[in-house]
């Protein structure tokens, strides 16, 4: 526990969820009150602009002398003498606008009154200010994003010129001693810009590149820049805080006269002078006359830096005299006085925190005492048990109160429709209708509930491989429902053509807080899953190819029926009387073009669903039972002629496993070169910062050779993935379809069904270590010890840990086990 802390002499937080940066804060008499007194104005990104009157002691309301919304972002604040009257000014840059106000105290009330505004060409990002050009009131300079200086003289653009070379935007100061602008570049260089060659420029109307006066490279990027008078070297002097480092610069011919290297990340600066010469620091190495002339190798002044590890430092000339912790990291600090106390320190932090502070120390307040030595009472011991577990037992018997309402989703589909606006598709993987649009369907999310409100409300959608939704998550941190049961929310789900539909449902979730009657609150979810309809994943054709090569035959034991009966809804909304003619033919094709097949035995209640492909057969077969249930309302024995294809099974987890395996392997790769480039990295460090410097022996093209192989190596493994994202969706179709064929083959039940489809899943997710490969042989060594054991032996085999396989020889095998126990009669139960 450190004695040197920050002692608080006032603090706020300022606004609920909003932001500031290092600009949104500035202190001065703002009103101009005839009793002095400094106020600190503060405006937010969210456009709040509010002005403080700090009081010694804890925060009240009548020191917010103003609050006011202005409608956009408030970028930086700055106070000075804009105009002719004299008097202190309010300056408030926004976007594309700057805005001065002025602000006046009448009885006790305090106003905003605009004076003028300028509305700017291009998006700004700071300004600075100054006397530019021996002028006799402040003008005000304002950088955009892009590089332009705009010059303001009161109500009148002056000069408006652009930067060469301007990437991104940085610091930006006025030189008062050289008339100069000082500015940051992406080239990691300290530019300075006189006003009187931007002057000549622009009134010569010069299309030539302008030239910087001086240019200092400093060798990283520039967060702070701050311009100094040192009374000690009676010079000025360009304070630059980088990422890791001091720069001092001087102004004439922005030569490095002074650099530290900090240990930290520097978050702000704030400098001052010293007293006098006699505090600068003194060695036997440093002549403090000498020092003080010329200010070599001594900043010559006392600063204080902040810094992101919430620390505040206080430097005086090139020692460290003191540090102090603040509770967050401040990100603008500075010196002023407040209720007649001077030398107190003003600080500010991103999220809102203000403080005024001074340095103090705070003892150690706890005393670490050592127990007592008592005697043992087991009678008192025993009797404080019995009591705990009476209470635990009866905590365990108290039913729990359930929430007054609780919350239900349902759902509302619109037809099947091409989409009437420009959808962005860059990558063409919308499925495109006839008239050349995406095709699409729009659902509509119903919440019902009985009460007023619920917080923290977030629902997901979960849509299907073959499809992609608009909007995936809504999310309200209050909804109230202000009387009325339902609220709708709407989303579109667009049909994709780079998948054949595997499982056709929509799952939409909901989290969130519902008040009980008697305290508290409770999280609470809800759960709806509902299908989509079958003209969004195909449409009917005309049937042509009757050979290919995979078929699958369903037998019932009812009369046969017209291919139509079964199929009455699609063809009504597709519109395809005129292509169903033939009564035990139909062919549907998905969006993918891939094409499925359904043939009806003339005499008998045999189905054969056929494809090129194997795998788009599992929709169309679970489509086809499902509707020959419905027509004879259940009352259907559904069997299966054709004995499992385990081989296209087993075809797709080798193709699966293989891809994994070489992402594996690839990351492991990345790995290694990643560790070389950094060993590399750090010992070219290391030679540019030795003061003899060495030949770099080829290092920098080892470094440049590592970089590039972990950039294909990168680029390789995300082909890979993008070929796992197919394996995968082709695993899922076969597992889908082998769940069906084992259903029906072996008369599965309900029960025992659901069972299965948890142990062999058609939802693949793929990890590093452990992927449905693991998962799925765990799941069926697992039955195989239990349910499906061949004796009481094998079912007391205890259960092994998940680990990563080295190929799938074991799960194939294992898998062939439950198929052939199934076929011999065994149930699937917990």
Request: hydrophobic share 35%.
């Amino acid at each position: 526990m450190s004695i040197f802390e920050i002692k608080e002499w006032w603090g706020k937080k300022v606004g609920e969820d909003e932001e500031f940066d290092t600009n949104n804060i500035c202190v001065g008499n703002v009103n101009n009150a005839t009793a002095g007194g400094n106020k600190i104005v503060v405006g937010s990104f969210q456009g709040y602009l509010r002005i403080f009157e700090p009081q010694k002691g804890e925060y009240k309301s009548w020191q917010l002398l103003i609050e006011k919304n202005l409608e956009e972002g408030i970028l930086q604040v700055g106070l000075g003498i804009y105009g002719d009257s004299g008097e202190m000014l309010l300056a408030v840059l926004h976007s594309r606008m700057l805005v001065i106000y002025a602000v006046e105290t009448v009885e006790d009330t305090t106003q905003l009154s605009l004076v003028y505004r300028h509305e700017l060409s291009r998006n700004s990002f700071n300004f600075t200010q100054g006397m530019f050009g021996k002028a006799r009131n402040e003008l005000i300079c304002v950088q955009s994003v892009d590089g332009q200086l705009t010059i303001i003289n009161k109500d009148t653009v002056q000069i408006e010129i652009v930067l060469p070379d301007f990437y991104l935007p940085g610091p930006l100061i006025y030189a008062k001693q050289s008339d100069s602008f000082i500015v940051s570049n992406t080239n990691l260089e300290i530019e300075c810009y006189r006003y009187s060659t931007l002057n000549m420029q622009v009134e010569a109307r010069d299309k030539r590149t302008i030239k910087a006066d001086w240019t200092c490279n400093i060798g990283e990027q520039a967060f702070h820049m701050h311009y100094h008078k040192n009374k000690n070297t009676r010079k000025y002097d360009i304070i630059v805080v980088g990422t890791q480092t001091l720069y001092i610069l001087t102004e004439g011919a922005g030569k490095i006269r002074y650099q530290r290297r900090l240990d930290y990340p520097p978050s702000c600066i704030k400098t001052y002078h010293l007293n006098s010469a006699s505090e600068i620091y003194r060695d036997e190495n440093r002549d403090v006359d000498q020092i003080a002339e010329g200010g070599a190798n001594s900043p010559c002044f006392t600063f204080l830096l902040g810094s992101f590890s919430n620390y505040i430092l206080v430097y005086r000339d090139v020692q460290l005299v003191w540090t102090c912790k603040t509770s967050h990291a401040p990100i603008f600090v500075d010196i002023s006085e407040f209720g007649g106390t001077e030398g107190l320190i003003v600080h500010f932090a991103d999220n809102g925190w203000l403080q005024i502070s001074y340095l103090g120390t705070e003892p150690p307040k706890l005393n670490y005492i050592l127990p007592e030595s008592k005697e043992m009472k087991y009678e008192e011991m025993e009797a404080e048990h019995q009591r705990l577990l009476g209470r635990i037992l009866a905590s365990e018997q108290d039913e729990k109160t359930e929430p007054d309402y609780a919350l239900s989703l349902d759902y509302e589909l619109s037809k099947v429709e091409e989409a009437d606006e420009y959808i962005d598709d860059p990558d063409n993987i919308y499925a495109k209708g006839d008239s050349g649009r995406p095709v699409r369907i729009k659902c509509s999310i119903i919440l019902n509930y009985d009460g007023d409100e619920v917080k923290n409300l977030m629902v997901n959608v979960n849509v299907p491989d073959h499809c992609e939704a608009d909007k995936t998550v809504f999310s309200y941190k209050i909804l109230n429902f202000g009387g009325q049961r339902d609220f709708k929310e709407s989303f579109y789900i667009y049909a994709r053509n780079d998948f054949n539909p595997v499982s056709n449902e929509v799952v939409v979730s909901a989290s969130y807080m519902s008040p009980r009657s008697t305290s508290g609150v409770d999280l609470r979810t809800a759960c709806k899953i509902f299908e989509l309809p079958m003209t969004f994943n195909c449409r009917i054709i005309i049937p042509s190819n009757l050979k290919d090569p995979n078929k699958i035959t369903i037998i019932t034991d009812k009369d046969a029926a017209q291919i139509n009966s079964f199929f009455e809804d699609v063809i009504e909304d597709l519109g395809a009387h005129s292509i169903c003619t033939t009564p035990n033919v139909m062919s549907f094709m998905y969006h993918n073009n891939t094409i499925v097949t359904i043939l009806i035995s003339k005499n008998a209640g045999k189905f054969r669903v056929q494809s090129a492909s194997f795998d788009a057969l599992g929709y169309i077969i679970h489509e086809l039972i499902k509707r020959i249930n419905i027509l004879y309302s259940n009352d259907v024995k559904v069997d299966l002629q054709d004995s499992i294809p385990l081989h296209e099974l087993f075809t797709a987890i080798d193709d699966h496993f293989e891809l994994r395996e070489k992402i594996f392997k690839s990351k492991k790769k990345l790995e290694d070169r990643s560790y070389q480039f950094r060993i590399v990295e750090k010992r070219l460090i290391n030679r540019f910062k030795d003061k003899n410097p060495t030949p770099l022996n080829n290092l920098d093209f080892l470094l440049n050779q590592t970089y590039q192989d972990m950039m294909n190596i990168a680029n390789e493994i995300i082909e890979y993935q993008k070929d796992l994202k197919n394996a995968a969706h082709n695993l899922s179709s076969r597992v889908k379809i082998i769940q069906i064929l084992l259903k029906y083959k072996f008369d599965i039940s309900r029960e025992s069904y659901k069972l299965l489809q948890d142990h062999l899943s058609a939802d693949i997710h793929d990890f590093d270590e452990c992927g449905w490969e693991e998962h799925t042989y765990a799941a069926m060594t697992h039955l195989l010890k239990t349910c499906l054991a061949k004796s009481s032996k094998e079912s007391n085999a205890s259960n092994a840990s998940i680990k990563r396989l080295t190929d799938t020889a074991k799960l194939k095998k294992h898998l062939t086990i439950v198929c052939d126990r199934l076929a011999r009669g065994g149930v699937i139960s917990l």
